[in-house]
């Protein structure tokens, strides 16, 4: 049953510690995107990724927030120096994308909270 | 830009009452629209989608929607709800023209279902 894997599922941290989380995309697909979600913005596109390059990270606050694909297997979302304000559900997705109607395949969300 | 509007934050109904659940989009060309549902503590996954094929479109659990173009709309039905419906959904319209997938998602609504 192929499906994107999320780590960690749920953080609890203090401000201004680093925080790393990591997605798992499905086997064969080349595009990854972050989301992040909370109740006042609704779900937000940090960043999205092809066959593992960044193709736009401009929904990211760059002075806090790096995103990377180290190889094709695993993505990661960084935020340092944490803060309350980063409070939120953060999703990845996977896709194998020929064109702009593929479906978009969610992993179960990594939940921050920063205190 | 492209967008969605989601009329409704919050839509209750009976069990074997209609469901109809409100999106509205603005695209400056032909768009390409989804609806992906999310339950509580998981990720989302896709209902159903518009490509242009054709304007009325089925997807999983009983849900359709219908694509009008002279509303600009993509309204989100079922005949009769079952309690399992009750989760929140999101309509979403591919992002950029000639898009690589990435979506844009509307603020959400939540789906009560009473027995």
């Known amino acids: 049953d192929a499906r994107v894997t999320q780590t960690p599922r749920h953080k609890v941290t203090e401000m201004g510690q680093e925080v790393t989380m990591r997605c798992q995309p499905i086997?064969?697909?080349?595009?990854v995107f972050w989301y992040r979600q909370t109740m006042m913005q609704g779900l937000e596109l940090l960043a999205y990724?092809?066959?593992?390059?960044?193709?736009?990270d401009s929904g990211m606050p760059k002075d806090r927030f790096s995103a990377e694909m180290p190889d094709a297997t695993l993505a990661t979302l960084k935020i340092q120096p944490s803060e309350p304000r980063d409070s939120a559900v953060y999703f990845c997705?996977?896709?194998?994308?020929?064109?702009?109607?593929?479906?978009?395949?969610f992993g179960e969300g990594s939940r921050l909270t920063v205190l | 830009a492209q967008s969605v509007t989601q009329l409704g934050s919050h839509v209750s109904v009976s069990e074997g009452a209609l469901v109809l659940l409100r999106c509205n989009y603005s695209?400056?060309?032909?768009?390409?629209l989804f609806w992906y549902v999310q339950y509580p503590n998981q990720g989302l996954q896709l209902l159903l989608k518009?490509?242009?094929?054709?304007?009325l479109v089925k997807g999983i659990n009983g849900f359709e929607a219908e694509f009008k173009k002279s509303e600009t709309s993509f309204h989100l039905t079922k005949p009769s709800a079952h309690m399992s419906d009750a989760a929140e959904y999101f309509c979403?319209?591919?992002?950029?023209?000639?898009?690589?997938?990435?979506?844009?998602f509307g603020k959400g609504t939540k789906l009560s279902v009473k027995p």
């Open positions: 997705a996977s896709a194998a994308l020929a064109g702009p109607t593929g479906e978009l395949f």
């Open positions: 086997l064969g697909h080349n595009t």
């Open positions: 990724f092809r066959n593992r390059a960044p193709l736009d």
């Open positions: 695209s400056s060309v032909p768009p390409y």
């Open positions: 518009y490509t242009s094929a054709a304007t």
């Open positions: 979403a319209v591919n992002g950029w023209e000639g898009s690589q997938g990435n979506l844009i």
